[in-house]
């Protein structure tokens, strides 16, 4: 019994306490921007409605969000690196929800991607980043736990926010159901940013020195040039899924509640996954398990494929969220592990730039072959591919 009262009294100094309410404030931050990013599948035929516009036209407005949130996530991690978190995401929450508001008055395609596309984006990349990277340094131990915790909110905000935005739309049109997610980012959303604070770990010593890998000698690092790679091949499957899938459903006659709720099953899963996943790969190792659900989602991918109904449509939107979530789990905790906490969260920013372009074409190309062809099955076929590509890109970087 004292040893394992000493075992206790060990994790608790070097785990604070304060690091789960950051945990679970970081869970519900990501909970919010990911549930507005994703509601998009509830307001896409909206606003292909209201506009006139292609699914192409359409898919780009989610694209261009992704493509900045990623790639300015990089100096959303290196703000929070310098200023602090809470004051980073904080400032992001205030940026998504004036992007809503500006959003639900736009009256073309242009108004709308400028207000809602761009000011989304740039409201993400200072809260997703920041938010996910100041997680890491309070852990040693349980990190890929906490990792998955934290994250996991981006799958709870994917499975509950879009249904939300449904049942808003119904109500109160789609300009109506932009303000109530605008009253929620700034309640729920900018609430759980001001819990947000940097770990001991990653306080300045003395010296004025952080410990760990500055950024710029992480970056010609052979482990951060494949895991670069992995980010980039890795993306087109990770996203194509939430601008069109739905659209996919429809086409097959699933109505439009089903058919949205596709996306909350993918959130389902990428909880479970997150939660699960980050635990077990504490345990057998966050390397090996992370090359594991690479390999996954490749699979899921040619269930899609060969998909004829709302059953097997069910079973991949699972199966997907599960190997997107765990993959989205593991690279802080990974980025930690190789790099330490000196300039953790830029460094997360940094990979994530390397999403952005399978982000915005991804979505956008996935739009422009069904326009042409009819047909997803090209572009499904291609992330299969890809995500190949990325196992073998994520074995190089961990082995």
């Known amino acids: 019994m004292t040893a394992i009262r000493g075992a206790a009294a060990a994790d608790a100094e070097v785990e604070p306490r304060y690091g789960w309410v950051v945990v679970w404030a970081s869970f519900v931050a990501l909970a919010v921007i990911f549930g507005v990013v994703y509601s998009f599948a509830a307001f896409?035929?909206?606003?292909?409605?209201?506009?006139?516009?292609?699914?192409?036209?359409?898919?780009?407005?989610?694209g261009l969000s992704g493509l900045?949130?990623?790639?300015?996530?990089?100096?959303?991690?290196?703000?929070?690196?310098?200023?602090g978190p809470r004051v980073v995401t904080s400032a992001g929450m205030l940026c998504i929800a004036a992007a809503l508001g500006a959003g639900s008055v736009a009256q073309s395609m242009l108004q709308l991607t400028l207000a809602y596309g761009i000011g989304l984006g740039i409201g993400v990349a200072l809260v997703y980043t920041p938010?996910?990277?100041?997680?890491?340094p309070w852990f040693t131990r349980r990190r890929g736990l906490a990792a998955g915790i934290a994250s996991a909110g981006i799958g709870a905000g994917t499975f509950g926010v879009p249904l939300l935005a449904a049942a808003a739309i119904a109500q109160w049109q789609w300009r109506g159901a932009m303000w109530a997610l605008a009253a929620g980012v700034l309640v729920v959303g900018l609430g759980a940013t001001l819990l947000l604070r940097?770990?001991?770990?990653?306080?300045?010593?003395?010296?004025?020195?952080?410990?760990?890998?500055?950024?710029?000698?992480?970056?010609?690092?052979?482990?951060?040039?494949?895991?670069?790679a992995m980010c980039v091949l890795a993306a087109p499957a990770m996203f194509i899924p939430f601008a069109h899938l739905s659209a996919a459903a429809r086409d097959l006659g699933i109505g439009d509640a089903r058919a949205v709720g596709l996306v909350g099953l993918i959130g389902i899963g990428s909880l479970v996954g997150r939660f699960a996943i980050g635990a077990i790969a504490d345990r057998i190792g966050r390397p090996r398990t992370l090359i594991g659900v690479q390999a996954s989602l490749g699979l899921a991918m040619l269930l899609w494929l060969v998909a004829g109904g709302y059953p097997a449509l069910a079973v991949f939107a699972l199966w997907m969220g599960l190997s997107y979530g765990g993959i989205v789990s593991l690279m802080p905790a990974l980025c930690m592990d190789l790099y330490g906490a000196r300039a953790v969260s830029s460094i997360i920013g940094?990979?994530?730039?390397?999403?952005?372009?399978g982000n915005i074409?991804?979505?956008?190309?996935?739009?422009?072959?069904?326009?042409?062809?009819?047909?997803?099955?090209?572009?499904?076929?291609?992330?299969?591919?890809?995500?190949?590509?990325?196992t073998l890109a994520t074995w190089r970087a961990l082995r």
Not at 54 to 59: E, F, L, Q, T
Not at 73 to 80: E, K, N, Q, V
Not at 350 to 357: E, M, N, P
Request: include cysteine; charged fraction near 10%; proline fraction near 5%.
């Open 68 to 83: 900045l949130y990623f790639v300015l996530g990089a100096f959303g991690g290196m703000l929070a690196d310098r200023f």
């Open 350 to 357: 940094t990979l994530y730039t390397g999403a952005a372009l």
């Open 198 to 228: 940097r770990a001991p770990a990653a306080a300045r010593r003395a010296d004025g020195s952080v410990p760990g890998t500055p950024l710029v000698q992480a970056l010609p690092s052979r482990s951060f040039i494949w895991l670069y």
């Open 361 to 390: 074409a991804g979505p956008w190309l996935a739009g422009r072959v069904f326009d042409a062809q009819g047909s997803y099955a090209p572009v499904i076929a291609g992330c299969a591919a890809l995500s190949l590509l990325a």
């Open 44 to 62: 896409f035929e909206s606003f292909a409605g209201a506009f006139g516009a292609s699914r192409a036209g359409v898919s780009l407005v989610f």
């Open 131 to 136: 938010a996910i990277g100041c997680v890491q």
